[in-house]
């Protein structure tokens, strides 16, 4: 892969921004995470050496202990699985500035070299407090290194990403001429290796908030991302956009490859340790086996819906596993149940919510995703239409009249 000219990566940030609302990193260890996430969208790729230890099957944590040289770990993985993969899109080598093996100028411009199309400053000092960071900063190793290298890399024209905690780092890497600001939030929650201590969305919405407002003061077209800490899910991302409109997008690892990789890799081993034990009257059986061996076609639908009403569904896949046409299973499905399959499903998931939010009081935007909407907007449009009211307004009265 070439290098990608910093000029051309803003360019096409500022469009994704106007067209999409939002940009995407996806932070990786490995050449298929990357490849499928260029695959899926991803305004760029950071390629950071605790991607390589969750591929290890360990914690992002490993990445800022001294198991491995940082610079030479990255540079080894992400030249041989990364650059020759990926096509389209940036890839951003995370670059320990702090590494005293390395003549740092230099360094940067051999990564550049490489065609590598900007740094990010990972590992960063900043996840470290208390004595220990006193004691590195003592010795010489101190946040205003990585703060040299973003500026050294902009001097050369490479694209950065700088990983910022407070007002103050924030300030500083600004004015060395980061072309994005991203504020770090600690390590991701969630998982089997996710940190336990975490902040709360909340809290990292107030900080994020404090940070960007400084970051505005100083250069309003700066990029504006988030990272890491309770911020690990769609839903997450989504409550931040909502109640701050100067986040721009988000940066994530774990929530990328190491989460869903371990749920993936336990329910598929689950289901193939089980699969000997299915049940006769498994949808999946049935669907295998013939629909029309076991019940009728609007039986199949019903509970197909039942059993996947969270997840997107498609009428015309349905109709193709019954083997039937899209436009017949229609007029069959209207005549049985009384509407179209599209009102249904919608009314099927209302009910659904309304009987989540009775057993459990979460969050409404998380409601509407775990029956089906990644919009709540869209959620609370057909909501209002069917209940003639909003979602607050419904779930507000029932509380009173409780």
């Not at 360990?58 to 491995?68: I, Q, W, Y």
């Not at 900063?137 to 407070?166: K, P, Q, R």
């Not at 949808?283 to 059993?307: A, C, P, Q, R, S």
């Not at 959620?379 to 209002?384: A, Q």
């Amino acid at each position: 892969m070439t290098l990608i000219k910093r000029e051309d990566i803003l360019k096409n940030l500022n469009v994704e921004t106007k067209i999409n609302g939002h940009i995407i990193g996806v932070a990786t260890g490995s050449g298929i995470t990357a490849k499928y996430a260029e695959n899926g969208g991803a305004d760029f790729i950071l390629a950071l050496n605790s991607g390589k230890f969750r591929q290890m099957g360990r914690g992002s944590l490993a990445g800022m202990l001294p198991f491995s040289n940082s610079n030479d770990m990255v540079m080894d993985f992400a030249s041989r699985e990364i650059l020759p993969l990926v096509k389209r899109t940036p890839v951003i080598f995370g670059f320990n500035a702090t590494d005293p093996t390395k003549d740092m100028k230099e360094y940067i411009r051999f990564i550049k070299e490489q065609g590598f199309s900007g740094i990010n400053n990972f590992p960063t000092i900043g996840i470290v407090d208390g004595e220990f960071r006193e004691s590195l900063e003592e010795n010489g190793c101190c946040y205003d290194l990585e703060v040299e290298a973003i500026g050294i890399a902009h001097e050369m024209g490479l694209f950065t990403i700088a990983f910022v905690f407070d007002e103050d780092t924030a300030k500083k890497m600004i004015n060395v001429g980061a072309d994005v600001i991203c504020v770090h939030l600690g390590l991701t929650q969630g998982g089997m290796l996710g940190a336990k201590k975490i902040l709360s969305l909340e809290s990292a919405r107030e900080r994020v908030e404090k940070i960007f407002k400084v970051c505005n003061e100083i250069n309003h077209d700066v990029i504006k991302l988030i990272y890491g800490g309770p911020v690990k899910t769609p839903i997450d991302v989504q409550y931040m956009y909502s109640n701050n409109k100067l986040v721009m997008g988000y940066i994530g690892g774990s929530s990328f490859e190491r989460i869903p990789s371990e749920k993936s890799i336990i329910n598929i081993t689950k289901a193939f340790k089980t699969s000997g034990n299915l049940s006769e009257d498994d949808l999946m059986i049935k669907m295998l086996d013939g629909i029309t061996k076991h019940y009728d076609y609007v039986e199949f639908v019903k509970e197909y819906v039942d059993k996947n009403y969270m997840n997107d569904i498609s009428f015309l896949d349905l109709a193709k596993v019954a083997h039937i046409s899209r436009s017949h299973l229609s007029n069959l499905f209207k005549k049985d149940v009384g509407c179209s399959f599209p009102q249904y499903l919608v009314k099927y998931r209302i009910d659904k919510s309304i009987a989540i939010m009775n057993r459990e009081k979460i969050p409404l935007i998380q409601l509407a995703y775990l029956v089906g909407y990644n919009d709540y907007s869209q959620f609370s449009k057909m909501f209002k239409k069917y209940k003639r009211c909003s979602p607050t307004q419904y779930f507000s009265d029932n509380k009173k009249n409780s």
